[in-house]
C-alpha cells in the first residue's frame, strides 16, 4: 500500500493543504501556465500572487513565478475560503477519551467541509477549538440533522471505527417530529430502493431490489403531533426522510420531502425535527460495549409554539 505523501505545508483552520498532481504529458511551459489552465474558477492574478508570495509550494519549497512544468510532481497550496455565514449554534461534547470524540451536533452545522460551508463544519471547530489537528470523523450527519456524531482521535485507528459504520454493526436510533396520522399503523419497517445521482439535489425511490430499511415507531402523541422512533438498518442518503414521506408523514422543517424549499443559508429558523439521540456498538479495540446517547431535545415537540414561530433563542 502506498502510504500518503506527507503535506509540506501545515494545516491552516485545521484543514490539509490542497495537493494537486502534475500529469505526466502536457505542453505547459511552466507550472504557472497549468495551474491557469487547471484552476478555472481561480484568477490568473490571483495565482500569479500565490506563486509571488511562495504560497505554493512543492517538496523543495516555494515554487517560483516562471518555474518550468515538471511532468508527474505534485504542488501543494491553501484554497481561498469561501464567506461562510456563521452558525450560532455550539457544539457539545458528549464523550471523549484517548481514541474516541463524541459530539451533539446542532442544527445546520455540516459534519465536514464542503462547497460553501468549510469553517462553519463540526470537523473544523473541533479540530480547531480542541487543537485535535488529525481529527476524522467516523461516519456524518446531514446538515440539517442534529444529534450524535463520532470522531476519531487517534490517526491508527480510523480505520476500526469507519469500518464499524461501513459494516452496519452500530445500533443507530433517531427521533423525529412529525404529524401524527391515526390512521397509520404502527410500527412499521418500511423498505425500499433509494437512488442518489450526483447531478440531482434529492435522493428519489424506485423501482428494484430494496437498499434501505427502516424501522418506525411512534412513541407517542399530542395535540396533532407524533414523536417517532426511527431505526435504520442501512444509511442511504436522505433515507429516514423519503421513508417518512412516503408513509404520509414527512418530517416538520424537511425543505426538501415532499417539496423542495430554497432556504436562505442564514436562515436558522424552523430546522428539520430529526434527532441522532443513539450509538450502541462494540469498540473495535478495547472490545467493550459503548452506548451514548443524545442530551438535545426537539423543538418542535418541547416548544411547539416556539419552533412554528421561528423562534431559535
Same mark, same amino acid.
Request: charged share 35%.
Given at each position: 500500500?502506498?502510504?500518503? =505523501?506527507? #503535506? #509540506? !505545508?501545515?494545516?491552516?483552520?485545521? $484543514?490539509?493543504? /490542497?495537493? !494537486?498532481? $502534475?500529469?505526466? *504529458?502536457?505542453?505547459?511551459?511552466? &507550472? +504557472?501556465?497549468?495551474?491557469?489552465?487547471? !484552476?478555472?474558477?481561480?484568477a490568473p492574478a490571483r495565482i500569479d500572487e500565490l506563486l509571488a508570495t511562495g504560497a505554493i509550494v512543492d517538496l523543495d519549497g516555494p515554487i517560483a513565478p516562471d518555474a518550468p512544468y515538471v511532468p508527474g510532481g505534485a504542488v501543494w497550496f491553501h484554497r481561498d475560503l469561501p464567506i461562510e455565514v456563521e452558525v450560532p449554534f455550539e457544539l457539545e461534547i458528549v464523550h471523549r477519551d484517548e481514541h474516541l470524540l463524541v459530539v451533539d451536533k446542532p442544527h445546520f452545522l455540516s459534519t465536514i467541509p464542503r462547497g460553501q460551508h468549510i469553517l462553519q463544519t463540526a470537523l473544523v471547530r473541533l479540530r480547531r477549538e480542541l487543537d485535535l489537528p488529525d481529527l476524522i470523523p467516523a461516519h456524518r450527519l446531514d446538515r440539517t440533522t442534529a444529534g450524535l456524531v463520532l470522531f476519531v482521535i487517534t490517526p491508527a485507528h480510523r480505520g476500526a471505527y469507519q469500518t464499524l459504520f461501513? +459494516? %452496519? %454493526?452500530?445500533?443507530? =436510533?433517531? *427521533?423525529a417530529i412529525a404529524r401524527h396520522d391515526p390512521g397509520l399503523r404502527l410500527p412499521v419497517t418500511v423498505r425500499s430502493r433509494i437512488i442518489k445521482e450526483r447531478t440531482i439535489i434529492r435522493a428519489f425511490e424506485t423501482d428494484g431490489e430494496p437498499n434501505a430499511e427502516t424501522r418506525v415507531e411512534l412513541a407517542e402523541h399530542r395535540d396533532g403531533l407524533g414523536r417517532y422512533r426511527l431505526i435504520p438498518h442501512t444509511g442511504r442518503t436522505h433515507q429516514l426522510r423519503i421513508h417518512m414521506n412516503g408513509l404520509g408523514i414527512p418530517i416538520l422543517g424537511d425543505d426538501f420531502y415532499p417539496e423542495l424549499t430554497d432556504r436562505p443559508v442564514d436562515d436558522f429558523t424552523r430546522p428539520l425535527q430529526l434527532l441522532a439521540t443513539t450509538l450502541e456498538f462494540t469498540d473495535p &479495540?478495547?472490545?467493550?460495549?459503548?452506548?451514548?446517547?443524545?442530551?438535545?431535545?426537539?423543538?418542535?415537540?418541547?416548544? #411547539?409554539?416556539?419552533? /412554528? /414561530?421561528?423562534?431559535?433563542?
Open positions: 500500500m502506498r502510504r500518503r =505523501q506527507t #503535506p #509540506p !505545508l501545515p494545516k491552516r483552520y485545521g $484543514l490539509d493543504p /490542497a495537493r !494537486l498532481r $502534475l500529469p505526466e *504529458e502536457g505542453s505547459w511551459a511552466t &507550472i +504557472r501556465d497549468h495551474l491557469v489552465e487547471r !484552476l478555472p474558477r481561480v461501513g +459494516r %452496519r %454493526r452500530v445500533f443507530k =436510533q433517531y *427521533e &479495540i478495547s472490545h467493550e460495549p459503548r452506548r451514548f446517547e443524545t442530551t438535545r431535545t426537539l423543538r418542535a415537540w418541547t416548544d #411547539p409554539q416556539g419552533w /412554528a /414561530a421561528g423562534d431559535h433563542t
